[in-house]
């Protein structure tokens, strides 16, 4: 996207240059230069690489599409900011801030946010531009960045990718993790009460640090009691009902399961996470598959025919006439 300079002020390098001398004086403590204050402006596309913005105060502003790679954003103020879809590679914000910031999107390779402000703001937000309610890190890949300490009380992870993401310490109560995929993520002493990863992807061997931390999980369910209801749910179909059992998988947690040509005709899979999941050449007509998470799964030759897919999220785009 374009960069609307017009928008910006016509001197937010000379004020930037100003808070570098305001910063330094306060070393020496002497008096000198002005601490950068900007609320409710638009940076939409501003480029801020490599910048020290420590101590600054950004209200409600909208840093859009921004690049602040390598900028030091500590101990700033960032409330209520728009920074979803910016580059933040490398940037530090530690100590700063950020409650109900907007970080849908963006950016964050080796981004520092070790003791960050991020719980909801609870005060009206900044007009235009501000943001309110909870922060969001939704649609947001996290590869090597560092949340220890931060408080991220509810804030959404929805559908967010955390790669290497340190979360020691860090309080994560009522956090929404839906739609979410996890790897080598570091829950060392993290508060996770209430927090939501019934639709999270994560390896079954980080379960025990969820459960410790009090995170709200998923049904997970053994290989031989999903081969089980898998026969129960063929012999129902076979007898029109009258024998086995219908398939109500609904929350279930079967997350890289193998249901390869299985017959599902008609089952319950609400909120089941299928992320991964090899369903190549399964049966799924009539089934309820609404909310459910289908991010890389394997749906190839399936046939959803009929299928109640709402909410769903990786469900490939389906064209007039196909049955997948």
């Not at 981004?111 to 947001?140: I, Q, Y």
């Not at 379960?207 to 129902?236: F, I, R, S, Y």
């Amino acid at each position: 996207m374009e960069s609307n300079p017009a928008s910006w002020p016509d001197d937010l390098y000379e004020q930037i240059k100003s808070h570098g001398e305001f910063l330094s004086a306060r070393l020496g403590k002497l008096t000198r230069g002005k601490q950068l204050t900007l609320v409710g402006v638009d940076l939409t596309g501003v480029k801020l690489v490599g910048m020290n913005l420590q101590r600054a105060v950004f209200r409600g502003c909208r840093f859009y599409c921004a690049d602040l790679r390598n900028s030091d954003f500590s101990q700033a103020v960032l409330t209520g900011c728009d920074l979803s879809g910016a580059d933040l590679t490398n940037a530090r914000f530690v100590w700063s801030n950020l409650r109900g910031a907007d970080l849908s999107r963006a950016i964050l390779k080796g981004t520092r946010f070790e003791n960050a402000d991020m719980r909801p703001m609870t005060e009206p937000p900044v007009l235009p531009h501000g943001k309110g309610g909870v922060v969001s890190l939704s649609d947001t890949t996290l590869h090597n960045t560092n949340l220890s300490q931060a408080k991220l009380l509810g804030a959404s992870f929805v559908g967010a990718i955390l790669d290497g993401a340190i979360l020691d310490n860090a309080d994560l109560e009522g956090a929404d993790f839906s739609y979410s995929t996890l790897s080598n993520v570091q829950f060392k002493n993290t508060k996770l009460h209430d927090a939501n990863f019934h639709l999270a992807d994560f390896p079954v061997e980080m379960m025990k640090d969820l459960q410790t931390g009090g995170a709200k999980l998923p049904q997970v369910v053994p290989p031989e009691v999903l081969e089980q209801v898998v026969n129960d749910h063929q012999l129902w179909i076979d007898t029109d009902g009258q024998r086995g059992r219908r398939a109500i998988m609904s929350g279930w947690y079967l997350s890289r399961a193998h249901l390869a040509q299985a017959n599902l005709n008609g089952a319950d899979l609400r909120k089941v996470n299928l992320s991964n999941a090899n369903l190549h050449g399964a049966r799924l007509i009539c089934s309820d598959l609404r909310e459910a998470n289908l991010m890389y799964t394997n749906l190839t030759d399936a046939d959803l025919r009929g299928a109640l897919t709402e909410g769903s999220r990786g469900l490939p785009v389906v064209l007039p006439g196909n049955k997948n």
